[in-house]
């Protein structure tokens, strides 16, 4: 009889370690993921080039100051950062930005195919840059 119920408690013992384990390993992510509020590199080397102008602290236009200041952006929470980057994101899947109007006057502020895909990916909360 004892020797039978030794089973079922083996299963429960590695169950119960197993759920430990994998809540570990979410806590880790989701820790890792709500620290992970810097932009990277590349992605800030373009946002500077392309973006930057029209949209930070400072900026005279206050129309794009108004919906997105990059200077408030590393600062602010990871929920209102995460919709930043989907409004971001929906927003150059419809060629919305850089204005069209501005790159009547302006076509070296367009973005090359490189520097879209890089704020596309960024922007969808892809972490790896893109292989160069
Ligand atoms: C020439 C100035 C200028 C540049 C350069 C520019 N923007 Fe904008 N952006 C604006 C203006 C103006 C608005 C507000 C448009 C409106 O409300 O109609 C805006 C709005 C936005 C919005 C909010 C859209 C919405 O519907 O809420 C996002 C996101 C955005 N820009 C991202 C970008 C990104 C990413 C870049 C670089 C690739 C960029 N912008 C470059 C002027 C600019």
Redesign the pocket.
């Known amino acids: 009889m004892k020797k039978l119920l030794l089973i079922p408690a083996l299963a429960l013992t590695v169950f119960l370690f197993l759920q430990a384990t994998s809540k570990e390993a979410i806590e880790t992510t989701i820790i890792a993921v709500e620290f992970d509020n810097e932009i990277p590199a590349h992605v800030k080397a373009v946002?500077d080039q392309?973006?930057y102008?029209?949209?930070n602290a400072e900026s005279k236009?206050e129309?794009?100051k108004k919906?997105?200041d990059w200077d408030d952006f590393e600062s602010s929470r990871r929920a209102k950062q995460l919709a930043t980057m989907a409004?971001?994101n929906e927003?150059?899947i419809e060629g919305?930005?850089?204005?069209a109007k501005?790159l009547e006057s302006k076509p070296e502020?367009k973005?090359s195919p490189e520097e879209l895909q890089t704020?596309l990916d960024w922007s969808a909360g892809k972490k790896r840059a893109p292989k160069q």
């Open positions: 946002i392309k973006c102008g029209c949209h236009n129309k794009g919906k997105l409004k971001i927003t150059l919305e930005m850089p204005p501005f502020g973005l704020l």
